[in-house]
Each structure stands twice: as C-alpha cells, then as structure tokens.
C-alpha cells in the first residue's frame, strides 16, 4: 500500500500539469483514508486541530466578531459580548472592508478569521462601513483572551425559562448548570 502511494506521489510530482506542494498532496491523501473509514471520522493538520480546540474550549485570542460572508461581503453578525469588537463599537451589521489595509474579499474566510484571531496583546485594524454612515469606520483593536459562551438564557415568565445550547463547547455542561441555577434563583422557584 506504502508503495503505491509513494507512486502515486512521484507520479503526481513528474507529471502534473503545474508544480505541486508534496505536503499539501500526503495532507490530501490522509484526508481521504480517514474519511473512508465512517461518517464521523475526519483527519484535521495542526492549523485546523488548533482552530477546532479554540472553538471547543470556548476561548481564543482575538477580537470577538462572529462574521458569515453574504453576497461576496464579510457581514458582522455579532460582536460578542464584553470583547474587544463590542467596547470600539462594532455593531451586527457593520460590513468589514479591511483587515490591516487588506480587502477581505481577496482570501478564504478561514484565513481571514485567522487573520482577526492572533496572540494576545497584539494589534489590529479593522476598517467596517456601515448602513447609514458615509465614511468608511477604522477600528484599531487589540487581541485579548475571547470568551464565547456556550449557551443563553432568559426568563420570560415568573415560572417559564428559556436556555439555549448555541454550540457544545467544553464547558458547556457547567455553562447550562449555572444558567438554570441564575434562572431559579431570578424565578423565586423550581
């Protein structure tokens, strides 16, 4: 099998139409036997295991903005609560048009989450336009330690309460406990 694929792997090297990144290919091809095997099994390198185990624990280094891309636009969702995005006042909504002087239309949104993702302390500019306001808005943030909570919770009623697992996370487990405990507590009751 060993050589086989070391074949393959020559082959694709000699012949192919462009050069080839040799780790980018063994990445692909490890990537493809562990998705054989069933449904759930997948193979991650560093960089994506490191992304997975930041979202899983909850924490990261960064900003604090959940982002999608809409219509070829990097859109703000949501600053997340207490962080860095939230106090210079980036609000859902706002379209990123810059991170560090680059356009964000010119790379994958995984690079550019990486890009708003960092070690602690260090810097970064943020230009954002947003609905209503003519110039284009420059946010100089700094990373710090992100917390996103794994779940939400409110009371809607003196005897009714809503909870919301938004993603398992690590912690999630304590997060529900102690959302239902606050809620308890607030209702006066079970």
Not at 55 to 68: A, C, K, L, N, S
């Amino acid at each position: 099998a060993m050589e086989q694929l070391g074949r393959v792997l020559v082959e694709v090297e000699n012949d192919y139409v462009d050069p080839v990144d040799r780790a980018k290919l063994v990445d692909g091809a490890v990537k493809g036997m562990v998705s054989e095997l069933d449904p759930h099994s997948s193979y991650m390198p560093p960089d994506e295991f490191q992304a997975f185990e930041s979202d899983t624990e909850g924490q990261f280094g960064g900003v604090g903005i959940e982002v999608e891309t809409r219509n070829e636009e990097l859109i703000v969702l949501s600053p997340i609560e207490g962080a860095p995005a939230e106090r210079a006042g980036i609000v859902s909504g706002d379209i990123i048009v810059s991170v560090d002087g680059r356009d964000p239309g010119a790379e994958p949104l995984d690079k550019l989450v990486k890009r708003l993702r960092g070690a602690l302390g260090t810097r970064v500019k943020v230009g954002a336009r947003r609905a209503g306001v003519p110039q284009i808005l420059i946010f100089d943030l700094t990373r710090e330690l992100v917390h996103v909570p794994s779940v939400a919770s409110k009371l809607l009623s003196a005897r009714v309460a809503y909870v919301r697992v938004r993603q398992f996370q690590e912690h999630t487990h304590d997060e529900l406990l102690a959302a239902a405990a606050k809620l308890r507590q607030r209702s006066g009751g079970p």
